[in-house]
């Protein structure tokens, strides 16, 4: 046996301690990719033993598989040493990097060191077919170009979650930290794609009231950059699936048809690893029977979801700076673990998916419950039905919205959001409707102008 701790070796004193043993494999698999953690050894490298119970190694098991991802080669055994028995673990694996409990270690000695941002890129850069050079390839804006508010913002988050420690000073030093500006002050295109204040993304947004998508009741482009589709597209699809709601105790409580946790969770992979290129978009849509949502940037190596899900291989990343940028503000967890939050999320609530990969992009669609009011009708006259139900609804919002800017005519998106009951993105959408349609006009600044009713 060993006696003394190393980069590849660990003594435990039990296995009260497996959350740190755990982390310790994951460190020293990120630094050597093998590991081997001794429990019922002392720091000092003295043997005091562990009981072994019907369920010990069964338990170390357990801990292991689910709270290191990807899943590497393990080895669980018991060994008699100095007359008292120990338990070990080794461990083996190349698929780095690897996470603990959601958050990555290397090794420094015999300590174990949470990764910085400039640690953990390098790892996914080293990854092959990946976008990282394009990722740091110059942009001809600078930080006169960056949504500061925004950037405070994400600092302030990312501290928030511990994956970062940094007091914000100004926008050209945190952006240097972030590893998204050149030498000589130009952003490079992760950081124009992620802080960009000139709408560098584009996302394509549609409501379909019947399944054959031949005429739609809303569609939309909206430009901003990654942070900023992120929100829009999730407003837009809480703002438009359905609710069920029901009296807990004096509260009434609206649960919505599909879980907001696994719709943030696709949202957010198909910005972090969408294939960025002139022209393309991503894509959400709504109908009858699903939520849609596409991204122009397949699964590298067509690798299955449910292999990430399951921990057999460790994620495959286009846009490592972009990926790591959101997983230290918390919106990306141990990267590749976000399909099994989803997949487990529909599973408790009986919601059923698809998805594609293709070398059109990949699509994750969410199946939504079809309970026809009027079975015995035809397809055709019930999609006329639903859109004829839709058309009535824009028409009603659209006159009570032009009933209060008659009223009211400097009236604010807000004060029209709160009046209506609607949410600011919905009545923004209904406004630039109506003044493309020519019924609506704005007369001077958003800030001292007013509406004109045509």
């Known amino acids: 046996m060993e006696t003394r701790e190393s980069e590849t070796i660990e003594f435990k004193r039990s296995t009260a301690q497996l959350k740190e043993g755990v982390i310790s494999i994951c460190a020293m698999l990120n630094k050597h990719h093998v590991g081997k953690v001794y429990f019922g050894v002392k720091d000092d490298g003295s043997v005091c033993g562990h009981e072994i119970g019907k369920k010990t190694l069964s338990d170390i098991s357990h801990e292991m598989r689910n709270h290191l991802k990807p899943i590497p080669s393990l080895t669980i055994r018991t060994e008699v040493i100095r007359e008292k028995e120990v338990i070990i673990v080794e461990a083996a694996g190349d698929d780095t990097p690897y996470s603990a409990y959601g958050r990555y270690y290397t090794r420094v000695d015999d300590s174990d060191i949470l990764m910085d941002s400039g640690q953990l890129w390098k790892y996914f850069e080293a990854k092959s077919k990946t976008y990282s050079r394009w990722e740091e390839t110059p942009t001809r804006y600078t930080i006169d170009d960056v949504n500061e508010e925004l950037l405070i913002q994400y600092i302030r988050d990312a501290n928030d979650c511990g994956r970062l420690n940094y007091v914000y000073r100004n926008p050209a ?14 952003l490079n295109q992760a950081g124009h794609y992620l802080f960009g204040n000139n709408g560098p993304v584009l996302l394509k947004e549609a409501i379909y009231p019947t399944d054959n998508r031949t005429s739609f009741t809303d569609l939309k482009q909206f430009n901003g950059n990654i942070f900023e589709c992120i929100s829009e597209g999730m407003k837009y699809i809480q703002n438009n699936i359905h609710y069920h709601s029901e009296i807990v105790g004096s509260r009434r409580e609206e649960t919505p048809e599909i879980p907001v946790e696994a719709l943030r969770e696709i949202v957010i992979n198909s910005f972090a690893h969408c294939r960025y290129q002139e022209g393309d978009y991503n894509e959400i849509t709504i109908s009858r029977s699903n939520v849609r949502i596409y991204n122009p940037g397949g699964i590298i190596n067509d690798t299955d979801p449910k292999a990430f899900a399951s921990g057999k291989v460790g994620s495959k990343i286009r846009n490592p700076l972009i990926a790591t940028v959101l997983f230290k503000n918390g919106m990306i967890d141990a990267f590749g673990t976000g399909f099994d939050r989803t997949f487990r999320l529909c599973a408790q609530q009986g919601i059923g998916y698809e998805y594609q990969n293709d070398e059109y992009g990949f699509t994750f669609v969410f199946l939504r419950n079809r309970n026809d009011p009027q079975p015995g009708r035809s397809d055709d006259r019930m999609n006329d039905i639903i859109a004829a139900s839709q058309m009535r609804k824009f028409a009603e ?13 400097t009236i604010t998106i807000s004060e029209l959001a709160k009046k209506t009951g609607k949410s600011e993105p919905t009545v923004y959408r209904y406004i630039e409707r109506m003044v493309s349609m020519g019924k609506l006009k704005r007369v001077g600044s958003r800030k001292s102008g007013y509406w004109n009713i045509r």
């Open 173 to 186: 030093e945190a952006l240097r930290k972030l590893g998204l500006i050149t030498d000589d002050g130009h």
């Open 397 to 409: 919002l659209e006159n009570k919205i032009l009933k209060l800017i008659n009223d009211n005519p």
